[in-house]
Structures are given as C-alpha cells and as structure tokens.
T-cell receptor, first 111, second 111 residues
Framework: KQEVTQIPAALSVPEGENLVLNCSFT??????LQWFRQDPGKGLTSLLL?????REQTSGRLNASLDKSSGRSTLYIAASQPGDSATYLC??????????FGQGTTLQVKP | DAGITQSPRHKVTETGTPVTLRCHQT?????MYWYRQDPGHGLRLIHY???????DKGEVSDGYSVSRSKTEDFLLTLESATSSQTSVYFC??????????FGQGTRLTVV
C-alpha cells in the first residue's frame, strides 16, 4: 500500500527566506508526482508535475525534484513571500491508477 | 482553469438520508476521483473511475458508492449519511498518469 508522508506538518519563516518542503513515499513504482497548493477554504491548484523519468521541474521561484529510488521529492521555494502562505500537498500517481496524497505542509511566511 | 464543476457546493442533510454529489467535467479526461478532506487526515481517496462504468475503491470507500454512466459525470452517493461523513468532498480529473485538476469542493454537513 502506497503511503505518502510530508515533513514538516507546519512551517513559519520570515519573508525572503529560501525553504524546502519534503515528501516521501513508500512504493517507488510511481508514474509521476505532483505538487499542489491549497489556500484556506479553496480547492487545490496544481504547481508542478514531475514525470517518473524526470529529475526535476521548475516554475518561477518553485523547483521540485524527484528521486524515485529513495522515494523522495522536495519542493524548493526561493525568496519566499507572504503570498506563498498556504498548504502545500504532494501526491503520487501509482501504477494502480490511484492518486495518493500526503497530509500537507502548512506554510506561513511572515512579512 | 480546468472545466470541473461540483454540485452542490454546500449541503446540510439529516442522518440516515441518501445524498448524491455530482462532478461534471468538460475536458473529456478518462480518470475521475472523489476525495474527502478532514483536519488531520489530508485528502483521502474514496473511489475513482478509469472510464465509463469502470470504477474502483479507494482508502475510505465504506458507506459510499459511485457511478459513471458517461465520460463527463461522476456521481458520489452516500447511501445513508452519518455524522462521520461530514467533510469537504473534492472531485479531480486527469488524463491517465498526467496532471490532475481539482474542483472547488462540496462542503457537506450531516446533522
């Protein structure tokens, strides 16, 4: 059974810091890994998708990496801003067709 | 934004009554998913579909059933609602192991 874990559960940083969010998964037989952002009371917004054959993806200040063999992914946020405050979730698409989520990291960026 | 519409957006119902939530997509994606989101549990997969009339169970399927009679609609039915099914329900779509997109959610309260 695929299990996805995100550490830390919550994080508070001052504006301008670079930060790393972690995601680990137990079964390395995945098709892809996707990072999402969720604002309070809202739906999920896709940030980055990394295919299993890829090592990383970048979008603006965001960079996500994937190491299938170790079952890990990281989301790097450069020069954090208060507008980055949200919950960040990772999800893996397994070879059974299921999309399984971690519990998320709630980020607060203080001005 | 991906064309996903969840209805209703909010619902209050009584214990023991059946409830049906609808997810409608205009993207012609093959995969559709139903999740519930609860504090401390993240997003948990209830059921998913990989084609018309093709569905499978997720992690927390007890008390729920689904139907998909056409590509664009995926229905989630709570056969006899209980207070433990009070939650926010999200629908997602994807075209195979590619990027997944989410609806805005349905807030269900069972009293």
């Amino acid at each position: 059974k695929q299990e996805v874990t995100q550490i830390p559960a919550a994080l508070s940083v001052p504006e301008g810091e670079n930060l790393v969010l972690n995601c680990s998964f137990t079964d390395s037989a995945i098709y892809n890994l996707q990072w999402f952002r969720q604002d309070p009371g809202k739906g999920l917004t896709s940030l980055l998708l990394i295919q299993s054959s890829q090592r990383e993806q970048t979008s603006g200040r965001l960079n996500a990496s994937l190491d299938k063999s170790s079952g890990r992914s990281t989301l790097y946020i450069a020069a954090s801003q208060p507008g980055d405050s949200a919950t960040y979730l990772c999800a893996v698409y397994s070879n059974t067709g299921k999309l399984i989520f971690g519990q998320g990291t709630t980020l607060q960026v203080k001005p | 934004d991906a064309g996903i519409t969840q209805s209703p957006r909010h619902k209050v119902t009584e214990t023991g009554t059946p409830v049906t939530l609808r997810c409608h997509q205009t993207e012609n994606h093959r995969y559709m998913y139903w999740y519930r989101q609860d504090p401390g549990h993240g997003l948990r997969l209830i059921h998913y579909s990989y084609g018309v009339k093709d569905t499978d169970k997720g992690e927390v399927s007890d008390g729920y059933s689904v139907s998909r009679s056409k590509t664009e609609d995926f229905l989630l039915t709570l056969e006899s609602a209980t207070s433990s099914q009070t939650s926010v329900y999200f629908c997602a779509i994807s075209e195979g192991p590619l990027e997944a997109f989410f609806g805005q959610g349905t807030r269900l309260t069972v009293v």
